[in-house]
């Protein structure tokens, strides 16, 4: 995105984050990915990231993403590309700006990967803090 850094190392960063770490995907959200298919998730990201995230204003910034009811809205969480604002903070992403298709595509590429790390991994029954419950 703002700063070239690979999808691994983000990850990396983010899971020193005691909130970033927090997110994880429930049972219910795994469920809803393998009744969807790794293509419409996709295709979800793409809108949600198009609509609340790619303006270059945003009137509720800050407040566009629900914390559940949906993976990739727990991805965003945990990735830090929920809002502007931490698009600008994490990765350097400048606000008031629209953001490019590419920054976009890298930004869904980004969720997709956190969701694909989460669906390999068994579900975890500690480490759930609450912020997505």
């Not at 983000?10 to 770490?21: P, Q, V």
């Not at 727990?74 to 920054?103: D, F």
Request: positive net charge; charged residues 30%.
């Amino acid at each position: 995105m703002g700063t070239m850094q690979t999808k691994q190392q983000a990850l990396e960063k983010l899971k020193k984050s005691k909130f970033r770490a927090s997110f994880q995907l429930k049972e219910k959200d795994r469920k809803y990915i393998e009744e969807k298919g790794m293509d419409t998730i996709r295709s979800h990201a793409r809108d949600f990231v198009r609509e609340r995230l790619a303006p270059a204003v945003i009137p509720n910034d800050g407040k566009q993403t629900p914390m559940k009811g949906h993976p990739v809205f727990i991805a965003q969480h945990a990735t830090a590309c929920c809002c502007r604002g931490c698009l600008n903070k994490w990765y350097k992403v400048p606000k008031g700006v629209e953001l490019t298709p590419e920054q976009q595509e890298k930004i869904v590429n980004l969720l997709m990967y956190w969701i694909e790390d989460q669906m390999k991994e068994p579900v975890s029954v500690h480490k759930n803090s609450g912020y997505n419950s």
